[in-house]
């Protein structure tokens, strides 16, 4: 069995998460500027077993799209061409960044990191969206 990692896909950085082998655990990855996100992942799945992506899919509050989901979109499309092998679900993001900030006050980050360190909201983002996909799988 193999890994799912989930993705959470921005304009500038992309916040990653990832199963242990057994996907009993959703752990951050990294946070990687978006132009750089094809090479990243594509070394990643060279050396470790991922089975599955899981991609934020951008919805706002009201249900509509968001103006990132032509971005997304377009990642995906161009990850199934070269990885067709590999199923993609989308999951609804709606308040995961919300939802991270809260928890790195909870989780006592100093002020001055969450103002600096912006990646830190997108693989928290990530992890938060992996979490919530493997419960509604029942994984």
Known sequence: MGRILAIDYGKKRTGLAVTDPLR??????????????????????????????????????????SENLARVENFVNRWRKLHPEMPIDYYDERFTSVIAHQAMIAGGVKKKTRREDKGLVDEISATIILQDYMRSKGL
């Open 24 to 65: 009993i655990i959703a752990n951050g990855l990294a946070t990687i500027p978006t132009s750089d996100i094809f090479d990243y992942l594509t070394q990643y799945v060279a050396k470790e077993l991922v089975d599955q992506l899981v991609i934020g899919k951008p919805i706002q509050p009201n249900g509509q799209p």
